[in-house]
């Protein structure tokens, strides 16, 4: 498994922007897709953005395409989210996660195996 450590979330008005950043430890990042997730409150987890293991490829929730860009630096281990024109509605603890060894890129909870602890991004109307 992948160690994975979350950081950048916040408190900001709507229309506004963060970046989420997480860090990966070992040697075999580039062998894994990476995903970000959310969580509300009351509310079951759901899939935001998902990249391939060479960041060729991205994926994203209808909720969030346009306004959120997923992608990853195999150098630094790292994979980001840059939020852009959040809403009160994009409010939730934000979840990095990482896929098995060379396996392809889900949009599926359940097909990842590492998990990051998440970070609270917060939205004020």
């Known amino acids: 498994q992948v160690q994975l450590v979350e950081s950048g979330g916040g408190l900001v008005q709507a229309g506004g922007s963060l970046r989420l950043s997480c860090a990966a430890s070992g040697r075999t990042f580039s062998t894994h897709p990476m995903a970000w997730f959310r969580q509300a409150p009351g509310k079951e987890r759901e899939f935001v953005a998902a990249i391939s293991r060479s960041g060729g490829n991205t994926y994203y929730a209808d909720s969030v395409k346009g306004r959120f860009t997923i992608s990853r630096d195999n150098v630094k281990n790292t994979v980001y989210l840059q939020m852009n024109s959040l809403k009160p509605e994009d409010t939730a603890v934000y979840y990095c996660?990482?896929?098995?060894?060379?396996?392809?890129?889900?949009?599926?909870?359940?097909?990842?195996?590492?998990w990051g602890q998440g970070t609270q991004v917060t939205v004020s109307s």
């Open positions: 996660a990482a896929g098995g060894h060379w396996t392809s890129t889900s949009l599926n909870h359940r097909d990842y195996d590492s």
